[in-house]
């Protein structure tokens, strides 16, 4: 079974830096993409960034390019997001997603628990 | 960016009762491949997105029959054959043909 535990979110003052974990286990972890996606408390679930399993393609939402960097370790079974320069409007709740490479699998993206972020002086 | 629009924006049902969720797509989101790449979630109360159907009809694991999906291109629906309290929560639709992925608005669910 795929899971997916988020961590390293709280609080945080404007301009200031996390980095968030995403755990995976259930699955290789090195033949998935990860995505992350975020959620404003109440509101609806935008995307955030993506990464394929060898970390050489990696994409961004045009809010956080510059800013966000999402990494991964194959080793740790383990997707990071290290957020800079960080906006109240970055307030949210994060999560991590799981996606098989659609070329030989069914592509569905499975999501985490998330873990929440808050900006705020 | 693929504006993905969820109708309606709530859903009062009565237990045993059948609901339906659209989803309408501002582009086609039928792939090269032949697969249509169309998601439902489901967002329980104070849960995560939990997936209940992929590339327009089929269930995830674990997912009851009492949930089917369908459509083609860019008109899609979720249809619940006899809703149970336990479908209570929010329901989207999400498309995975390009980045970046885009979610429909959410459509509540709620018991009579």
């Known amino acids: 079974e795929v899971q997916l535990v988020e961590s390293g979110g709280g609080l945080v003052q404007p301009g200031g830096s996390l980095r968030l974990s995403c755990a995976a286990s259930?699955?290789?972890?090195?033949?998935?993409?990860m995505h992350w996606v975020r959620q404003d408390p109440g509101k609806g679930l935008v995307w955030v960034s993506r990464?394929?399993?060898?970390?050489?393609?990696?994409s961004y939402a045009d809010s956080v390019k510059g800013r966000f960097t999402i990494s991964r370790d194959n080793a740790k079974n383990t997707l990071y997001l290290q957020m800079n320069g960080l906006r109240p409007e970055d307030t949210a709740v994060y999560y991590c997603?799981?996606?098989?490479?659609?070329?030989?699998?069914?592509?569905?993206?499975?999501w985490g628990q998330g873990i929440l972020v808050t900006v705020s002086a | 960016d693929i504006v993905m629009t969820q109708t309606p924006l709530s859903l009062s049902v009565t237990p045993g009762q059948p609901a339906s969720i659209s989803c309408k797509s501002s582009?086609?989101?039928?792939?090269?491949?032949?697969?249509?790449?169309l998601y439902w979630y489901l967002q329980k109360p104070g849960q995560s997105p939990q997936l209940l159907i992929y590339?327009?009809?089929n269930r995830f694991s674990g997912v009851p029959d009492r949930f089917s999906g369908s459509g083609s291109g860019t008109d899609f629906t979720l249809k619940i054959s006899r809703v149970e309290a336990e479908d209570v929560g929010v329901y989207y639709c999400?498309?995975?043909?390009?980045?970046?992925?885009?979610f429909g608005g959410g459509t509540k669910v709620e018991i009579k």
């Open positions: 259930g699955f290789t972890f090195s033949n998935y993409w």
């Open positions: 582009q086609s989101l039928l792939y090269s491949d032949g697969r249509t790449h």
């Open positions: 590339e327009v009809s």
């Open positions: 997603g799981s996606q098989a490479d659609c070329s030989s699998s069914a592509c569905y993206i499975n």
């Open positions: 999400m498309q995975a043909i390009q980045l970046p992925l885009t």
């Open positions: 990464l394929n399993g060898a970390g050489s393609s990696i």
